[in-house]
């Protein structure tokens, strides 16, 4: 038993102190504060994250109960509904989207690649897509998106070999997803796996000058030349590999140069798909695995949005709702960054779940994990009885 730290403590042991209070001065996030300081709200909210709590009345109700911790765990000792609040309201979101993408980086460089990219000898693997959050437009006031209804979108490059976001830009539900790759930094040699929604011909061509790839899916409607088919071997799915060039006039004129399309056809979906990219070195089969690994984006937006508090606020303004998003981005970097240092290999799901009850006891985590994989391991002597 560890009779020193709480297990939130523990966790945020992970945060580097000193560069958030950088994002603070920029921002003076601090200006005529006294006592709730920014790392303080950013303590809290990491533990509604990781405790699950449903709104800000529910997390201020919660840690009332714990007052005689509250030093020990970091968060103060000035919490109160009105306080954490007006910090929601007030604090520039900025401070917590700049440390997010600080935890990012250095998630990236400790993060070992997922082992489903061992065959894959590229530097960089992106999966950039959009989701939807829906809100109602009488109280989100700002999130404009239909006539009756309010939204805002979570535009997501998601670094695919480690499964971190490495981008999240949050606009209001009339932007189109396509917009991203206009404020996206695009790096060389990269490869940028996108759905077809993606599809404008221009933007593409600006991902091609910047000498990056990528590998979408062809639209239904488009028209082109073919000026080459290159040899497959159609007991790999590839049905053809072809070299071709736009046809319509204002195609033709956004994107002037060639492209390569390849047909493949899924069994397990009894489906046949198309898809575009502008690498003609990899090979066919490799472009339809590339596309396949833009899943793991889906999967992501459905664990934060499951497991952490992305879909219900726990604030109404603009800015408040920016802070969440971007502490449940750093809530997420954290558990993947104490997946690693521990070397457990419990999920992300499963982590967050221990954590979630464990917080205000002081158990080590290395033993918390250690002891939750114990009912995964059969006994020495284990027989399976058999019927026959």
């Known amino acids: 038993m560890n009779t020193g730290k709480y297990v939130f403590s523990q966790v945020v042991s992970f945060l580097n102190f000193n560069e958030f209070n950088k994002y603070i001065e920029r921002y003076k996030g601090n200006y005529k504060v006294k006592e709730y300081t920014c790392w303080h709200q950013?303590?809290?909210?990491i533990f509604g994250q990781l405790s699950n709590r449903e709104s800000l009345s529910d997390l201020v109700l919660c840690l009332q109960t714990q007052k005689?911790?509250?030093?020990?765990?970091?968060?103060?000792?000035?919490?109160s509904k009105s306080n954490l609040a007006h910090a929601n309201e007030k604090r520039d979101w900025r401070i917590f989207a700049d440390f997010a993408y600080f935890l990012i980086a250095e998630a990236r460089k400790t993060i070992l690649p997922n082992e489903a990219f061992a065959d894959f000898e590229f530097n960089a693997i992106y999966g950039v897509d959009t989701t939807t959050i829906d809100l109602c437009l009488e109280i989100f006031w700002w999130a404009k998106f239909r006539k009756h209804k309010g939204a805002i979108k979570l535009h997501t490059v998601l670094d695919l070999k480690t499964e971190i976001p490495c981008y999240v830009n949050i606009t209001d539900g009339k932007v189109h997803e396509v917009n991203v790759l206009d404020l996206i930094t695009f790096e060389p040699k990269g490869f940028y796996i996108m759905d077809?929604?993606?599809?404008?011909?221009?933007?593409?061509?600006?991902?091609?000058?910047?000498?990056?790839?990528?590998?979408?899916?062809?639209?239904?409607?488009?028209k082109c030349q073919r000026i080459y088919s290159a040899k497959v071997d159609k007991t790999t799915s590839i049905l053809y590999d072809q070299t071709i060039k736009l046809v319509n006039y204002y195609a033709a004129k956004e994107?002037?140069?060639?492209l390569r399309r390849v047909k493949y056809y899924d069994k397990e979906s009894d489906k046949q798909f198309i898809f575009l990219t502008n690498n003609f070195d990899v090979t066919a089969l490799q472009i339809a695995m590339l596309y396949k690994q833009r899943w793991k984006l889906e999967l992501f937006f459905k664990w934060i949005k499951q497991h952490l508090k992305v879909k219900s606020f726990w604030g109404h303004s603009e800015n408040a709702v920016r802070v969440q998003v971007y502490v449940a981005i750093i809530t997420f970097v954290t558990i993947a960054l104490v997946k690693q240092k521990l070397k457990t290999p419990l999920t992300h799901y499963q982590i967050l779940q221990i954590l979630s009850i464990t917080l205000i006891t002081k158990t080590h985590l290395k033993q918390l994990f250690e002891d939750a994989l114990l009912?995964?391991?059969?006994?020495?002597t284990h027989n399976q009885l058999k019927m026959f």
Request: proline share 4%; net charge positive; with cysteine.
């Open 375 to 380: 009912q995964y391991v059969k006994e020495p």
């Open 68 to 79: 005689h911790k509250w030093y020990h765990l970091g968060i103060g000792n000035s919490i």
């Open 42 to 45: 950013l303590l809290c909210l």
């Open 196 to 222: 077809r929604g993606f599809v404008d011909y221009l933007r593409l061509f600006t991902i091609n000058t910047k000498e990056a790839f990528f590998v979408t899916r062809a639209k239904n409607n488009m």
């Open 255 to 258: 994107y002037p140069d060639k």
